[in-house]
């Protein structure tokens, strides 16, 4: 049942909880998945993580939530062999081969955990995943953590935005990105969690909060030569994704066909 996809406008989406998550998960998607991951490990300065983890001092378990391709969860795994680590997903899209300490589980995050306790629980890039990321996950990842563990969330905040003030309100790429939010929260899945992370790990009982801001540029307008190729970077990931992140919530909140949604 798992693989049996629902096709919608040229594209597949999970079977598993079928129209719980509005995005595909067809090979395009995937592709898109793992440059988009290339292209956050390098605004991240090539980091797996920013909890404390070393050599002298790993998880014993590990929880990465939504793990998509599992591509995080594999290359944590290879850097940390003593671990035990769990991939969560939807969709079975992960690779065959991985090393034997990372195992992947078909399942829904929001459901009562029962691989725990953890020592570290993990989320990347989950816009859209959960009605409710507070209390589905970061209340559950403070209740199945182990003394000392640490939850770690590397998320983005979809809206563009500019540092010079100088985007106009009526910039095209603004009024989809805005109009993809309130369809988000429309079907109840909001994709601009990432602004409240920081006072939801407190309000759920997490203590030594830190957060951390990145900018990710977008096209070529950085003056330095690695933002620049960045933000070319980002630029091809949005023009490859933008299909996927409209067709979904475009035709199931706003009842539009992919005629009115693409233009070709």
């Known amino acids: ?6 096709l919608e406008n040229g594209r597949t989406y999970h079977a598993y909880r079928d129209g719980s998550y509005h995005y595909p998960n067809d090979a395009r998607e995937q592709e898109r998945l793992n440059w988009q991951y290339d292209v956050l490990h390098d605004v991240m300065g090539r980091r797996l ?4 983890w070393s050599r002298k001092k790993w998880p014993r378990k590990v929880l990465d939530i939504a793990t998509g391709t599992g591509k995080w969860a594999i290359e944590f795994a290879d850097e940390f062999p003593e671990s035990q680590v769990i991939g969560t997903e939807l969709s079975p899209i992960q690779p065959d081969e991985y090393s034997p300490n990372v195992e992947f589980h078909i399942d829904d995050s929001t459901y009562n955990w029962q691989d725990g306790p953890f020592d570290y629980v993990h989320t990347r890039m989950t816009l ?3 009605e409710n990321m507070q209390m589905s996950i970061l209340q559950q990842a403070f209740d199945n953590l182990r003394p000392g563990g640490w939850c770690e969330s590397q998320e983005m905040v979809p809206i563009p935005d500019c540092d010079d003030g100088t985007m ?9 990105a805005t109009e993809l ?15 409240y992370l920081k006072r ?14 990145l900018k990710v540029p977008l096209n ?15 630029l091809c990931n949005l023009q490859d994704g933008l299909s996927g ?20």
Request: net charge negative.
């Open 1 to 6: 049942m798992i693989h049996r996809y629902r």
């Open 220 to 234: 070529g307008w950085p003056s330095d030569r690695r933002n620049k190729e960045i933000g070319m970077r980002w």
């Open 181 to 195: 939010d309130y369809a988000s929260l429309q079907a109840n899945r909001p994709i601009s969690d990432g602004q």
């Open 168 to 176: 106009p309100p009526d910039f095209s790429f603004l009024q989809w």
């Open 49 to 52: 993580y920013f909890a404390p």
């Open 245 to 264: 992140f409209t067709l979904g919530l475009h035709h199931r909140v706003y009842g539009r066909t992919q005629e009115e949604i693409e233009v070709r």
């Open 200 to 213: 939801w790990y407190t309000e759920v009982g997490f203590v030594d909060v830190h957060e951390e801001i």
């Open 128 to 130: 859209g995943c959960w």
